[in-house]
């Protein structure tokens, strides 16, 4: 028998859902109308015009807003769908949002959730780096995911291929939690090889997006998920720094404006100081150097 979700019309998630996934805005834009209006729903009182002068958009994109309220059926049926599949919908107005993801310039409007919720506010260590990883990055990613785990560490990281994998994998051969945050949707795993990934982290950890269950990884999504990983965390460290993408960085710098310290596995100082964005990221020569790590996480419990 299919569950039936008691929400109501009035409810702030539907609300947000449909600004969100009918009303295509925006998380930087959705707390601009909350700036303005207070509460999701009390946008839709307006008229495109008072939107678009308002918040500063163009008619075209408030147009789209006021429609959304005609999606709140659409997207009550959504929800119940989704939690059919395991798969909860938290908007940033529900108690099980996590406070770190409020903290931060862009909260995601909603976040789908598969696997365990609570683990989201309980913080951790994010390893992450390289998807075209060496043996000596792949190494150190599952050596700190095994160490930081055997600490009572969650380890979060980003599911993509090479150092995320790497992390994630050790840290669940170790019978810890991690947390894997995608660039895409939970139905639509990218890279594809790693569903089966998504579903063991789901088991005993969360798997996160803030994209519509069937969002293609983009790179706007990609970089934009790591934003996520750098909130959920208490600390980041890069196993290993790519050659050319370098997207690991995009959550380095995250962490960096969070004002969270980052570390890199670095052991042969081959990393110069712009990498390092002017020397903001902490070189380590390895796991010998966990404690120092951990006393911080300590300090700032």
Known sequence: MQRVLMISANDNTVASLALKEYGQVSPRLFQQLLMIYGEPNNIFDNDPEEI??????????????????????????????????????????????????????????????????????????????????????????????????????????????????????????????????LGCGHLNIY?????????????????????????????????????IIAALADIVILAQIGEDKKGELHTARAAVDQCKPVYVYDPEDKYDSETLLNNLIIKVKGIAEIDEILKYIIRNS
């Open 52 to 181: 678009a002068a308002m918040a500063g958009i163009n008619m075209e994109r408030a147009q789209k807003i006021v429609e959304a309220k005609g999606s709140f059926e659409d997207i009550c049926e959504m929800v119940n769908r989704l939690e059919s599949i395991n798969i909860s919908v938290v908007s940033i107005f529900d108690s099980a949002y996590p406070e770190s993801l409020r903290k931060i310039a862009d909260p995601p409007i909603v976040l789908y959730v598969k696997g365990d919720k609570t683990l989201l506010e309980k913080g951790g260590v994010a390893i992450v780096g390289a998807t075209s990883a060496d043996q000596t990055g792949l190494r150190a990613a599952v050596d700190f995911a095994r160490e930081l785990s055997d600490h009572g560490q969650t380890i979060i990281s980003g599911l993509a291929a090479g150092i995320d994998s790497a992390a994630h994998l050790s840290c669940l051969k170790n019978n810890g939690k991690t947390i894997a945050a």
């Open 191 to 227: 890279p594809e090889e790693n569903v089966p990934l998504a579903r063991l982290i789901a088991e005993s950890g969360a798997v996160v997006s803030e994209f519509d269950v069937h969002a293609d990884a983009i790179p706007g999504r990609l970089i934009s998920r790591n934003r």
